[in-house]
Each structure stands twice: as structure tokens, then as C-alpha cells.
């Protein structure tokens, strides 16, 4: 832990924010990143001071894309928010209406079918892997290297949307989960397309790895930048591959078993010094465990029925009570917490977004570094604005 | 060495990019408006409304319950009742939609509409280029433009539609049996108080005797009596198009024929593997 390459010592008190005094040279300047800089995948502004090219404020603005979207929840049916969800992280529709999901079923006490539950392991962790592919690609336009890298990212991740779409109906809106169980059945042919996927998917990695794992320019920029310490990480509730690249073991797959998660054998990647490369390491390895859980669920998926006969679509009425039901999205700790009255739409509906407590931590690890590696920075949390703004 | 990590990632795109001229699946894009991937069967874009037969108009399976109005998520759908009312598909007279209008600037393709609606009425399309000028008309669609027939249907999403006939169908042969049922046991009833009821049906069956002058078709005309309940149970995969919209229509011969040949064609099959044996 002592080889942060951080510069500035006054970094050091974590806890208090730190002072940065202009050497007398010349002006501070204030620079408006956004709200449509092309490292930003959303409408996301950064309001920088710089003092030369090193960072010495940064105050995240954003919101310029909410909808309402927990207001919204709260004025229509359960059934009517699932789709809403869909549009938080677009990147990971599945995983969001598996989180909203277990909401309302520990809500109302529903229990899910087997077949189903091993459908939603899959599918989650396809949409792991697809979005952390797709996250190193950013990452790494972000760097510099234009196109390629997210092209070969993108170029797998469109095999998966491929298998959404063929079972749901959507590449990305999938809108697939419901309470007690899975709208449609896979079909048997769903199942040997997507066994071929997953036996591809280490080819994928492997190549990923060996293109870019050794390469200097990457290390150069990497290592070292972008430090965040894991006392400020669990003090700041930072969650999901973020979390874990600063050694801090936390993945509620494992600490939760939500699902049927006990039933699989994985490792949970932790990286060590908490940096932009440590970051895309661990995401990096959480895709070769996934393939792994992807490899087990698929070997055992038991046959029967996908959706319990005895869950309620149409006149959907929980009883009075509050529950909140977490998962591990592929960026981080996803929560939905509800409070019914017993009318058919929540009386209080709370979205724990990722990507928003995630990005709370932005200013500390951008603080002392060059202007250039801010984007970088940025780019290795890993957000969609989507789900920051809702 | 320095540089040895860029070289060997170098390698890999060069791999690549050669490789794209000698192998087909590192070739992933296709020159969309001239090349289209096949849609997969599942997939979803705008709703459309089914209707049976050829008229639009007549065979629309909405009933205006306004269910899909009422769970529609963003509120794009906008139904208006009829006065007067038109047969369904097992012919009980129904309201039919007076306007049903789908505003799909707004619609947000959830499917939501198809899993509440209880009549099969209303389904997803898979039709994307729907680009116009027309910002505000043109992206409302009326229920003319949003009727597709039920044939369409088959052709988009194959087995669902056939799911969803053969389940229409069952019903479809409840009813009716049901519809059955209540009518022998009103004979039967009738037959214990027989003075009242005799005289009236003969005077039924009466009138079809004379228009078909011929003997023969004294037993057609029986079995035109029987024809609907018989009719479904013949082409069941095949929910009647044209029967169901104006209730119980008198079967032409050609429906007739029609149901008889899958069973004159199993007949034959048999005599025709047989045949070699001997």
C-alpha cells in the first residue's frame, strides 16, 4: 500500500479535504468539462480548477438527465416500474429487474422457481461480462486508443445482446423479470446458443488480455493514478469492482447468497493498490469468474416452470410493509427499497444507484493529478448517467 | 523490453485484421440497408391489434376493456368505447374499440399491453423503419394503420401465433360445447313438455329443405346444423378465419370440404406406406 506514485503529500488526510495552495505562478483556472465531453457517455459536467495542468477542485454536476424515475415508480402499478428500470443502467437491464424484482418478492414473500432462478444467474452474469467488456473498451478510448479495443469489446457484447434479444425480445430494454419468476421460457436452442457464447467468451479474454495487459503505454498511465484508499472506499459506500480493486472484500453474491448463488464456486478478484489498473484488473478477472458461473449454471439448469402460477400479474396489491432487496449489479451494490401502503403502487420507492454513490469519491481521487488523467479516472469508475441522474 | 507489450498487442490486431479477409465470423458487420440480419422471433417493437377474416373493421379481437390503457406504463395508449356492439370470435356480441389510438413517440416497446391483455387482441410487431416527417401524425397510429390480420401474425411470430390460436381455438370449442350443452338441455326439457317445442323446430328445419331441392342433401343439411362445433374441431391449428365475426354463419360447402380433407388425407397416408409392404 505505499506505492501510490502520488506526488503530493498533502493527499494524505483522507478524511478533511485537501489544501492546495497556488505556487504564486500565474492564475487558477476554471475549466467546465462537459456537459458534452466525449468522455463522457452520458451528460455528466466536471467544474475543474486547475493550477497548471494539476487538479486541485473538482465538483461533479450533474442531473442533467432525471426523470423522475423514483416519482414515477411511486404514481404507477409494481408491474408498471419494471420497464422503468430497464432504463437506469442501459447497460445492464437484466440485472436491474432482478434487483426490483427481489424487491417485491421479499415485499410480498414470493418464492421463484428453480429453472427461473438459474435464468437470471445466467443472464446476469452475461450481463456482467458484457459490461465490463464494454467498460475496459471505454476505458481505453478514453486513453487514447481510439476504436479498437471497444470495438473487440463491442464486437462480443453484441454476441450477448444477441442472445437477450432472441429470448426477450430487446438488445437492451429487456423488461424479462417478474415477480415470482421469468416472463418467457428459454428454449432448448436458446440454451446450445448461448453454451456456445459462454465457450467463446475465454477465447474473448484471453486475447483481450494479451493485447493489452502488458502494454507499456497502458502501465504508464494506469498505475498509480487514481488512488483510492479503502478506508475512504468503505467509508463513502463505494460499492461493486471498485470496492474490490482496493482490497476490500465485499461482494454480496457472497455475503448475501441472494438467488441461488451459494450453489456456484467462484473467487472474488481483489486488487491491491487501488488504482485505474487495479480497477480494470479485478473487472478483468470478475469476467473469467463469471464465465465460470455462467459454465456451472448452465451444466445443472433443472427443466419445469419459469414463473410461479400462483404470482399475480394484473391487480397486484402487497400488503403494508417495507422491504429492500439488493444485488450485485456489475457496477457495484444495486438496491430498490420500497414501502407499500397496500394500494397497488409503493407508497415510497428508493433507488440505491452504483454509479451515483460511486462517483461521490470522484474529487479525492482526481485531486493532485494532471487534467488528462481526470477523464481516465473518471472513465475507471465505471458509470452510466442513466442511473446517476434516474 | 520496453515496448514488448505494445508489439505483442499489435500482433493481435494484425491478427485480426487479417483475419477478416480470410475468415467469415471475424467479418461481424453487414451493410445494413442492403444486407438485413434475420429478427430473431422474439423480438419486439410497436403493438399492433390481430384481427381475424379479411375485413379489419369486423374481425378486430379488442373488446375496448381498456385493460392495456389502464397498465400502459407511459400512458401512450388512448381507447374509446363503441355504442353499439359487434360478435367476437365465438360470437357473443362485444363492444368493439370506437378509436384506439397508439401514440409510439411515446410507446416504450414493454410488452406490457400484450401480457394483460386476456383476449390475444393486441401484439407486438417487429416492423423498426418507421422514420417520418410527420412528427406528430405520423407517429400517431390510428387503429386502421395498427390492425394487421392474424395471418401477419403467423408470419412474425410463428410459434407464438400458434400458441395463441390453438388456445383461442379450445376456447373457442368450450363455449360452444358449453353452448351445446345448455341447448339439448333446453330439448330435453322441452322434450319433457313436448307440445310447445316440436312444432318449432320442424318449422326451422323446414325452410333449408326446400332451397336444397335434392334428397341428398337432406343429411347436408343436418350436418350444416352440427357445422361450427365440428368445424373447429377439424381445423384447429387454423382458428377459422371469417367464422366467429359474424357469429354462427352458415358453413359453405367449400369450408366443408376443406375441413374434410386433412382427414381424407391421413386415410390415404397409411394405404400409401402400406402399399410397398405388400
Known amino acids: ?390 | 523490453m520496453l515496448g514488448d507489450g505494445i508489439l505483442k498487442g499489435l500482433a493481435e490486431t494484425a491478427k485480426n485484421f487479417a483475419g477478416s479477409f480470410v475468415s467469415k465470423e471475424r467479418m461481424t458487420t453487414v451493410e445494413y440497408p442492403e444486407e438485413r440480419l434475420p429478427l430473431p422471433e422474439a423480438a419486439r417493437n410497436f403493438p399492433f391489434l390481430v384481427y381475424d377474416g379479411d375485413d379489419w373493421e369486423k374481425g378486430l379481437r379488442c373488446v375496448a376493456c381498456q385493460i392495456c390503457e389502464k397498465e400502459c406504463p407511459p400512458k401512450c395508449i388512448y381507447i374509446e368505447k363503441s355504442k353499439d356492439k359487434k360478435p367476437d370470435y365465438v360470437g357473443k356480441p362485444q363492444i368493439y374499440p370506437a378509436k384506439f389510438d397508439i401514440d409510439i413517440s411515446v410507446c416504450m416497446s414493454c410488452q406490457i399491453c400484450v401480457e394483460v391483455c386476456p383476449f390475444e387482441a393486441i401484439k407486438m410487431n417487429t416492423e423498426f423503419e418507421l422514420a417520418t416527417d410527420d412528427r406528430f401524425g405520423g407517429l400517431l397510429l390510428d387503429r386502421k394503420q395498427l390492425a394487421r390480420s392474424n395471418e401477419y401474425y403467423h408470419e412474425i411470430h410463428p410459434t407464438e401465433a400458434s400458441e395463441v390460436d390453438a388456445r383461442l381455438a379450445e376456447e373457442k370449442a368450450k363455449v360452444e360445447a358449453k353452448a351445446k350443452a345448455a341447448a339439448e338441455a333446453a330439448a330435453a326439457k322441452a322434450a319433457a313438455a313436448p307440445s310447445a317445442n316440436t312444432p318449432a323446430s320442424a318449422a326451422v328445419a323446414k325452410p333449408q329443405a326446400p332451397v336444397e331441392a335434392k334428397p341428398a342433401t337432406a343429411g347436408k343439411a343436418a350436418e350444416i346444423a352440427k357445422a361450427p362445433a365440428m368445424a373447429t374441431a377439424a381445423s384447429e391449428p387454423k382458428p377459422v378465419p371469417g367464422t366467429g365475426t359474424d357469429g354462427p354463419a352458415p358453413l359453405t360447402a367449400e369450408d366443408q370440404k376443406n375441413a374434410e380433407t386433412p382427414a381424407k388425407a391421413n386415410a390415404r397416408e397409411p394405404k400409401a406406406q402400406g402399399e410397398p409392404k405388400e
Open chain 1, 1 to 390: 500500500m505505499s506505492s501510490f506514485g502520488i506526488k503530493n503529500e498533502k493527499l494524505a488526510g483522507w478524511n478533511r479535504p485537501p489544501v492546495f495552495e497556488s505556487d504564486g505562478e500565474g492564475e487558477l483556472l476554471e475549466v467546465a468539462m462537459g456537459p458534452h465531453h466525449p468522455s463522457t457517455h452520458g451528460v455528466f459536467r466536471m467544474d475543474v480548477v486547475l493550477d497548471g495542468e494539476r487538479v486541485i477542485k473538482l465538483k461533479p454536476v450533474f442531473g442533467y438527465l432525471h426523470r423522475n424515475h423514483e416519482q414515477l415508480g411511486q404514481t404507477q402499478s409494481y408491474l408498471a416500474n419494471m420497464p422503468y428500470t430497464d432504463r437506469l443502467d442501459y447497460f445492464c437491464s437484466l440485472t436491474n429487474n432482478w434487483a426490483y424484482a427481489l424487491a417485491v418478492e421479499k415485499l410480498v414473500g414470493q418464492e421463484v422457481p428453480e429453472r427461473a432462478e438459474y435464468l437470471r444467474v445466467i443472464l446476469a452474469e452475461l450481463t456482467r461480462v458484457q459490461n465490463h467488456a464494454s467498460t475496459i473498451g471505454f476505458l481505453l478510448q478514453e486513453m487514447g486508443a481510439s476504436g479498437t479495443p471497444l470495438m473487440y469489446a463491442f464486437r462480443e457484447r453484441e454476441k450477448i445482446l444477441d442472445l437477450f434479444e432472441s429470448l426477450t425480445g430487446s438488445r437492451m430494454m429487456c423488461n424479462y423479470m417478474r415477480f415470482g419468476g421469468c416472463r418467457v421460457d428459454a428454449s432448448p436452442a436458446w440454451i446450445e446458443a448461448t453454451r456456445k457464447v459462454v465457450a467463446g467468451l475465454p477465447a474473448f479474454v484471453d486475447e483481450f488480455e494479451r493485447f493489452l495487459m502488458t502494454n507499456e503505454i497502458l502501465m504508464a498511465r494506469c498505475q498509480g493514478i487514481g488512488v483510492l484508499r479503502p478506508d475512504l472506499a468503505v467509508n463513502s459506500g463505494i460499492s461493486g469492482p471498485m470496492l474490490r480493486a482496493s482490497g476490500v472484500n465485499y461482494d454480496i453474491r457472497k455475503v448475501d447468497h441472494y438467488g441461488i448463488y451459494d450453489r456456484f464456486k467462484f473467487r472474488v478478484p481483489l486488487g491491491d493498490h487501488g488504482d485505474i489498473y487495479d480497477r480494470y484488473m479485478v473487472r478483468m478477472l470478475e469476467m473469467r469468474e463469471s464465465i465460470s458461473i455462467l459454465n456451472q449454471a448452465l451444466k445443472d439448469l433443472p427443466a419445469g416452470p419459469v414463473m410461479d402460477p400462483k404470482a399475480k400479474i394484473r391487480n397486484f396489491r402487497p400488503k403494508a410493509g417495507e422491504s429492500y432487496g439488493r444485488i450485485e449489479a456489475p457496477k457495484g451494490e444495486l438496491g430498490f427499497y420500497l414501502i407499500s401502503d397496500g394500494s397497488p403502487n409503493p407508497y415510497r420507492y428508493r433507488v440505491r444507484p452504483p454509479s451515483f454513490i460511486n462517483l461521490t469519491v470522484l474529487e479525492d481521487m482526481c485531486l493532485g493529478s494532471n487534467v488528462a488523467d481526470v477523464v481516465l479516472i473518471f472513465g475507471s469508475v465505471d458509470i452510466v448517467l442513466g442511473e446517476v441522474d434516474r
